[in-house]
């Protein structure tokens, strides 16, 4: 089953363009993220016009052949440049990822598909609570410890049948949109699968230390 993998570059990212575009250990999140995707989904990169001619830029010189660029509308938020990428999919399947996830787990986008596959609608990789998790009262005070074997982490990418993903973003017009909320909000059910140990969620260019050090120690390919 094919599935196309949709990367959104929304216009958030106009006031964080060293999150996009600068080098973390020799190569930037946008062609780390798109590099991932592509071995093994078909790619939509859905980008707010006033990054489009960089994204553009960025692509030149990459030996993609399964990655295309689409511009969303205005002001291209999240949920705008979602819909431009569904507008462009032609398969029943998407992925749906998030630059501040730059490295993406071998394997999770396969893991993805199976699930779709086997006809979940949602799916989210999530990893177990390994922290202990305390409960508070409103003046700070610790008052309990929670049963942590009820709770998980989600990750990115995710996993949607397009009309699903398409039914959400039409019911958010505008601001944050978040497709896990949105999933949980209309009754979706959402499938998890196994995540990645080593999947986080990184602002740059603060943590570009601490996330080049990660990828030394995945011991990622050369830099084409």
């Known amino acids: 089953m094919t599935v196309t ?3 959104p570059v ?7 363009r060293d999150a996009v575009f600068a080098a973390v250990a020799g190569v930037s999140p946008l062609i780390r993220a798109v590099r991932a995707l592509e071995a093994a989904a078909d ?3 859905a980008v707010a016009v006033p990054l489009a001619d960089e994204v553009a830029e960025a692509l030149v010189g990459q030996s993609f052949s399964r990655v295309r660029v689409v511009v969303s509308d205005s002001p291209g938020e999240r949920v705008h440049c979602l819909a431009a990428g569904l507008a462009a999919v032609d398969t029943s399947h998407v992925v749906v990822h998030d ?3 730059p490295t993406i787990g071998t394997g999770v986008v396969d893991r ?17 609570v390994t922290d202990s998790v305390k ?13 942590r074997s009820q709770l998980r982490t989600v990750q990115y ?10 039914q959400l973003v039409h019911r958010h017009r505008s601001g944050p949109f978040d497709e896990l909320e949105a999933a949980l909000s209309a009754g979706i059910p959402v499938t998890l699968i196994e995540g990645d140990d080593e999947a986080l969620r990184v602002e740059l260019p603060r943590d ?15 830099v084409r």
């Open 5 to 7: 993998a949709i990367l």
């Open 99 to 101: 630059l501040q996830w």
């Open 112 to 128: 993805i598909a199976v699930a779709l596959r086997e006809e979940a609608v949602a799916v989210m990789p999530a990893r177990p």
């Open 208 to 222: 570009a230390g601490y996330l080049a050090a990660l990828i030394a120690t995945r011991q990622d390919p050369p």
């Open 10 to 16: 929304p216009m958030v990212f106009a006031r964080r």
């Open 157 to 166: 990418p995710r996993g949607f049948t397009a009309d699903v993903l398409a």
């Open 43 to 45: 790619v939509v990169i």
């Open 135 to 147: 409960a508070v009262d409103s003046g700070g005070v610790l008052t309990a410890t929670l049963d």
